[in-house]
């Protein structure tokens, strides 16, 4: 999909330096998978201790 943003060129030249990124397309893709996941994370981290998973192993693994 194209695009058109008006982002600041030292913003982008400083951004493709630190990352490493070849294209300005790359570093835009790059950005938004990382945003993404840190807010997936976020959630994640959020929810900590708030799933019952009641879980016997022992019944899991057939044991008695």
């Not at 060129?9 to 490493?20: F, P, Q, R, V």
């Not at 945003?35 to 994640?44: A, N, S, W």
């Amino acid at each position: 999909m194209r695009t058109t943003l008006d982002i600041p060129k030292k913003l982008m030249d400083e951004a493709m330096k630190a990352t490493g990124a070849k294209t300005k397309s790359q570093l835009i893709k790059d950005a938004l998978q990382a945003e993404i996941d840190r807010v997936k994370r976020k959630r994640l981290i959020a929810r900590k201790g708030t799933v019952d998973l009641d879980i016997d192993l022992d019944t899991l693994r057939d044991r008695s």
